[in-house]
């Protein structure tokens, strides 16, 4: 594979990682963090220019400053890490052509295994990291984790797809149709497909799920599904038997939304208009409690002034749930922005700004470089 991650090391280099970021103090009134806040390495992909390799900037959520940089001959489309922090798992489009997914070690950056799908987009570890899901426009293909060894595949047309709690299964959601589907793959040869109608008891009608996840500590998936007046409905169903449990509505439809918040029930949903012009009145980040099942206003573009734009694209927590950053996309080619906030107190304690950036996504690694806090 041909890749290589370097490291800057000299203290005359940190002149140079500066030109990357903007600090806090020049664009926002933040506070300082906690000073018992446990610090974590936050990854930002897609900050190099030109058309020789992606540049990674590593930041401290303690500090909001560049503590490293690496680069790699790939365009990243997605990254995770295993729950100690001491392996990274890595996909993109090589620069000679042709995709790749590896799996390296967090310290040595050495390769440990690598594979070559045939189309990728997203990346899943599922609970027991046993097992790697990779996710391509009508595809779907499981992996032996760490080996990346193939273990089954399959080609359908699908919307969402993530792993269920257990062995060997997965859920899927399609485009416009009121129902949940799953797949046992235990036999590969003859896999079990199973589709579940997600109907209100008490309400007729279906719903037409977006997207999904699994609450693993509470043995639950939360769907987000459309409404025919264009609103969020958030069902909670039991991920074993898939009875129904509760549903909620937003207050608006959200494209997205986080995963839980480590040490609470909340969950982060993100609404926000694409095209060439958006309106960015319209993005908002709400809360949903999933215990009490209800929706709380969390943030829209009244709250934050960032150069006119609010438009935020995904939601990350530091591993204790102490610190969350959105990421914001930019406008018109100008960089996207990260923003730290502690808790969901709305106090920014960070806005990262590189200069020269576009980064499709973030990954927080759950390692902490200096544990103060269980």
């Not at 273990?151 to 993530?162: D, Q, T």
């Not at 719903?207 to 409905?233: E, F, W």
């Amino acid at each position: 594979m041909k890749k290589w991650a370097c490291y800057l090391m000299a203290a005359g280099y940190c002149i140079l990682l500066s030109l990357f970021m903007t600090s806090c103090e020049e664009n926002c009134d933040c506070v300082q963090p906690d000073e018992e806040a446990n610090e974590y390495h936050l990854f930002y992909p897609g900050a190099g220019t030109g058309v020789t390799r992606d540049t990674v900037l590593i930041y401290s959520t303690l500090t909001g400053q560049v503590v490293d940089t690496i680069w790699y001959e790939h365009y990243l489309y997605d990254m995770a890490f295993t729950s100690d922090g001491a392996l990274m798992v890595l996909g993109g489009k090589k620069l000679r052509g042709g995709i790749l997914i590896w799996v390296e070690d967090y310290i040595t950056h050495d390769t440990l295994a690598d594979f070559e799908p045939p189309e990728f987009s997203q990346i899943e570890l599922n609970f027991q990291e046993t097992e790697l899901l990779v996710t391509a426009p009508d595809t779907l293909l499981v992996l032996a984790f760490p080996s990346l060894e193939p273990i089954y595949a399959e080609r359908l047309s699908y919307l969402k797809v993530g792993f269920l709690p257990g062995e060997n299964r997965l859920y899927y959601l399609k485009y416009d149709v009121d129902s949940l589907f799953t797949i046992d793959y235990s036999n590969v040869t003859t896999p079990v497909h199973e589709a579940i109608y997600l109907n209100h008891p008490f309400i007729s009608g279906g719903r037409k799920p977006l997207n999904a996840m699994i609450n693993h500590v509470k043995g639950q998936i939360i769907l987000n599904c459309v409404t025919r007046y264009d609103y969020s409905r958030i069902q909670i169903r039991d991920a074993d038997d898939f009875e129904f449990i509760s549903e909620t509505f937003g207050y608006c439809l959200y494209e997205g939304f986080s995963e839980i918040r480590p040490g609470t029930d909340e969950i982060y949903f993100i609404s926000r208009e694409f095209g060439t012009n958006p309106d960015v009145t319209l993005s908002r980040v709400d809360i949903f409690n999933s215990s009490m099942n209800i929706m709380m206003p969390f943030m829209d573009y009244n709250d934050i002034v960032l150069d006119g734009n609010f438009f935020p694209l995904e939601i990350v927590f530091t591993p204790d749930g102490g610190q969350v950053y959105i990421l914001l996309g930019g406008t018109n080619f100008t960089p996207a922005s990260v923003l730290g906030f502690q808790g969901n107190s709305k106090k920014i304690v960070q806005l990262l700004k590189p200069h020269q950036a576009g980064a499709p996504f973030i990954r927080i690694n759950p390692r902490a470089i200096n544990k103060k806090n269980p």
